[in-house]
């Protein structure tokens, strides 16, 4: 039964907390249709005002929010105003089973005078109320500590063309742009003309003018901005500024693994971009681990997503032939990887999270440590100090190495390399856990016995691409590094049905025996497979983090929208 305004009239003076604003308004295409609004802190309630009984009411939460607009109609004579709300709220999909996010609009005529500059005043106030509840909507997850991107956002969104499909444009522009311009988010748009220029810009930016950085692409973008940001003078406040990620390139593991961190129903492709155009646009920023790895020949990178030696570094370098089919192209390297399957000698070491651990089966101590490493090596790790750092950078290229945060191939031709040299003044994180790659590793580390492997994976996010669920409880800083490694003697069938299982994080129940997991802080990977042609040894793939090498999960921190 319909209320009177005389039983309205308390809810709307409770300070705020309901009925922070109460109207009645009509429909934008029908004058007949009436609708009474209701605004609190957390839903925006409508109902149609009709003289029917058993009246329902449509109530959009303000977590689903990301703006709201005052605006005039199309014809010029008419005096009233009037306001849209945005909504990206978790629907039925209409194909398929489960939930995915989809736009709704409401949008409301505001006559109260015939004074057209009243009603507008009116209707701006409606859209200042909505944007406000909204802000202080956002969502959050327990446990994870928050900060939020100056208001209003001055964003520049850096795209890359040929990622992918080559469809990242026209994502952007369907769908993106849109979003941004319904969250009153003011950008700049820069699309990128040839490998490391996102790198070039963000080493010369004035970052001062800037309250985010947004990479609409695949993982091998942000790679080139974390790592220009880091090689800047001012690297300690360059990667603090907030990072964004829209997917649009293949394999798009970061943009899964923050949709992933937002407890939101798995989705993939435009859903997926929706979903993180949707965060982006609510303007959350929280703490993401960065990866510090130090290459044989002593290059110093930043990772975010993973390292992978072996078969995965495989189909990942081999599959760029087919990257005008998009995600497929990993399924069709995986089956073709499959068919001639390899086996990688090399040694393999590592800290643990925890100081006292069970050794795993097949390992030792470190009491006898691999001598000074003869082939190519690289080591990560997470924990870093602050010294001058005079290690020269130079170029690598081939080694069955992929780091997932670029999917570029490092080449060595001037045009193509990767330079990270620096002044020996300038200051940079140092990696406290990890020996130099010419000293054996300490005691506190595991020396893995075997050295025939299959595939080496560390990855410090949840997901390795859209559809590949590797480390179902990661968090975006939990500070570890996530090592995978499978050894030789498993057959085709079973890592065919690990990957398989994968896609739902199931491969840790298939009771592999050849499938060792291990939760590491610091790692080091020499890969000693004589066999591999020059080429191949030249080939270095960067695609997010721990190569031959060092590689330690303590080294910094950035922002991530």
Request: glycine share 6%; with cysteine.
């Amino acid at each position: 039964m319909e209320k009177d305004a005389g039983e309205r009239e308390p809810s709307r003076q409770r300070n705020g907390v309901v009925g922070v604003l109460y109207g009645e308004f009509t429909d934008m295409l029908n004058d007949r249709d009436r609708y009474s609004v209701s605004l609190s802190d957390s839903a925006l309630t409508i109902q149609r005002i009709s003289s029917s009984p058993g009246r329902t009411n449509v109530v959009f939460n303000m977590t689903d929010c990301v703006g709201c607009r005052a605006h005039r109609g199309p014809d010029s004579a008419d005096v009233g105003a009037y306001f849209t709300a945005y909504f990206y709220p978790l629907k039925r999909r209409w194909m398929s089973a489960g939930v995915a996010r989809q736009k709704v609009e409401q949008c409301f005529r505001v006559a109260l005078v015939q004074d057209p500059l009243v009603n507008f005043q009116e209707a701006e106030r409606w859209a200042g109320a909505i944007r406000d509840a909204s802000a202080r909507q956002a969502l959050r997850r327990d446990g994870v500590v928050y900060t939020e991107v100056r208001q209003p956002c001055r964003v520049m969104i850096l795209v890359n063309p040929h990622s992918g499909r080559g469809q990242a444009l026209q994502l952007f522009t369907g769908h993106v742009q849109a979003m941004l311009t319904e969250a009153a988010v003011p950008y700049t748009l820069v699309i990128t003309e040839h490998q490391n220029h996102a790198r070039e810009v963000v080493k010369k930016a004035d970052l001062s003018q800037w309250d985010a950085l947004v990479i609409m692409s695949g993982d091998g973008l942000l790679f080139e901005v974390i790592n220009g940001l880091m090689e800047r003078e001012d690297w300690q406040e360059a990667i603090q500024t907030p990072l964004g990620i829209l997917p649009g390139g293949s394999g798009n593991a970061l943009a899964a693994s923050v949709h992933h961190y937002s407890q939101s129903p798995p989705a993939w492709n435009e859903e997926l971009l929706l979903s993180c155009g949707f965060i982006l646009c609510k303007g959350l920023v929280g703490s993401m681990d960065l990866v510090s790895i130090h290459l044989g020949s002593q290059q110093r990178l930043f990772s975010f997503l993973s390292l992978a030696w072996g078969f995965v570094a495989d189909v990942d370098i081999e599959s760029e032939k087919y990257r005008h089919v998009g995600a497929i192209r990993f399924l069709m390297g995986t089956l073709v990887r499959l068919a001639s399957l390899k086996v990688y000698q090399g040694r393999l070491a590592y800290l643990p999270v925890r100081e006292v651990v069970e050794l795993p089966k097949g390992s030792i101590k470190a009491d006898q440590p691999p001598s000074t490493p003869q082939h190519p090596s690289f080591c990560s790790s997470l924990p870093c100090q602050l010294i001058p750092n005079t290690s020269p950078n130079q170029n690598s290229r081939h080694n069955h190495n992929s780091t997932n945060s670029n999917h570029n191939t490092i080449n060595n031709s001037s045009n193509n390399s990767i330079n990270t040299k620096r002044p020996e003044s300038q200051r940079a994180p140092v990696d406290t856990l990890l020996p130099d790659l010419d000293q054996p590793v300490p005691e506190s580390w595991t020396v893995v016995k075997e050295e025939d492997f299959v595939l080496v994976l560390a990855i410090y996010q949840s997901h390795l691409a859209e559809n590949l669920w590797t480390v179902p409880g990661a968090m975006a800083d939990d500070g570890m590094i996530h090592l995978f490694y499978v050894t030789a003697g498993i057959s085709r069938p079973a890592l065919l049905r690990l990957f398989l299982a994968m896609e739902k994080g199931g491969h840790l129940a298939c009771g592999c025996p050849h499938l060792v997991y291990e939760k590491v802080k610091a790692l080091r990977l020499e890969p000693i497979t004589p066999q591999v042609s020059k080429e191949l040894l030249l080939y270095l793939k960067l695609t997010s983090s721990i190569l031959s090498f060092h590689c330690s999960a303590d080294v910094l921190a950035f922002n991530l929208i």
